[in-house]
């Protein structure tokens, strides 16, 4: 009896080996819990905010202290204050670092579909951030939501758009109000582009430029539009999705994303502490809310 019990267990734990991966995915420890998601509770933990002062306008991390002459809402980036984006506000969960990086990477290169689950979790904190920052508008109009397209090719290699499975996973969430709409097919690529990875912002601009074009103007024509996408590195690509989508119509421009690149890392305290800016969570508190921060991002794994 105990020898068949434990050859149906021997099949059942192979079984789920065969199902589910056995390593997380970012760190190689063993899992513990069976998830659709191939990440360890430690390694989402340590996927944080970005935590202190960040531009009002693109969501930079301000460390200059002439960032911080405005008043803490109006505060802009250095760039934002010589030429302002073709969008309102840019806002993003996290730090384009580290897990955060890895999860995405998950997601993109390994075509691991639950991993936008996370993402989709984080990108909805950022788009609930936006509403009560921008309160004003952006609480009261109904918003078209557009992912930042793949060109087709791209798109069939990968089997999925990662901005739209990420978004799609993010208007699941409660905490996005209902006043938001995906409209998938909104904008088209054209072309596709060579890689941004290395280039600089000026040759990025006009690697991107006319690598958009507005598909359905009548979707967005008149309506405040809010733009998502994975990752945030210097703002061409939303940019000019943003100027496309202006020029059809659209009314006003909001840009969510997952992680965003930032000038300084988080653990470079030092310099954050020179510049007068808060640093990370508190000692004490960090384990429990992120664990309670952890399973909400894992909750639907
Ligand atoms: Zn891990
Ligand atoms: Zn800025």
């Known amino acids: 009896m105990s020898v068949l019990l434990s050859s149906v267990n021997g099949v059942a ?5 065969t199902l589910f ?3 997380c995915r970012l760190c190689g420890t063993p899992l513990t819990n069976i998830s659709r998601l191939p990440v360890c509770q430690a390694c989402l933990i340590a996927i944080r905010p ?5 531009c009002s306008v693109c969501g930079e991390r301000r460390l200059s202290p002439h960032d911080f002459a405005a008043g803490q809402d109006e505060a802009r980036c250095g760039l934002c204050q010589r030429l302002a984006p073709p969008f309102s506000k840019a806002v993003a969960y996290g730090s384009y670092d580290g897990g955060l990086r890895e999860l995405i990477h998950l997601l993109k ?3 691991v579909r639950p991993a936008a689950t996370a993402p989709g979790r984080m990108l909805a904190e950022a788009i609930a951030g936006l509403e009560s920052a ?3 508008s952006l609480a009261q109009t109904p918003l078209a939501v557009v992912p930042v397209p793949l060109h087709a090719r791209k798109r069939r290699q990968r089997g999925f758009n990662q901005s739209e499975l990420i978004v799609r996973s993010a208007l699941k969430v409660s905490r ?3 006043r938001l709409a995906l409209h998938a097919g909104v904008l088209g690529r054209r072309r596709e582009t060579q890689s941004q990875t290395g280039l600089t912002r000026h040759p990025r601009r006009e690697n991107i430029r006319g690598a958009f074009v507005v598909a359905r103007p009548e979707q967005i024509a008149g309506r405040e539009v809010l733009l998502v996408d994975d990752v945030f590195t ?3 690509t939303v940019s000019e999705c943003a100027r496309v989508l202006r020029r059809a119509g659209a009314s006003k421009i909001y840009v969510a994303t997952v992680a965003r690149t930032l000038k300084a890392d988080a653990k470079d305290a030092t310099l954050l502490r020179n510049f007068g800016v808060a640093g990370q969570t508190e000692p004490g508190k960090t384990e429990r809310e992120g664990t309670e921060h952890a399973k909400t991002l894992a909750a639907a794994g």
């Open 13 to 17: 734990a192979s079984l789920i080996a």
């Open 21 to 23: 991966p056995s390593d």
């Open 50 to 54: 970005i935590a202190g002062g960040t």
């Open 109 to 111: 290169y390994e075509q």
């Open 134 to 136: 921008s309160a004003s």
């Open 176 to 178: 996005v109000s209902g």
């Open 234 to 236: 210097t703002g061409t």
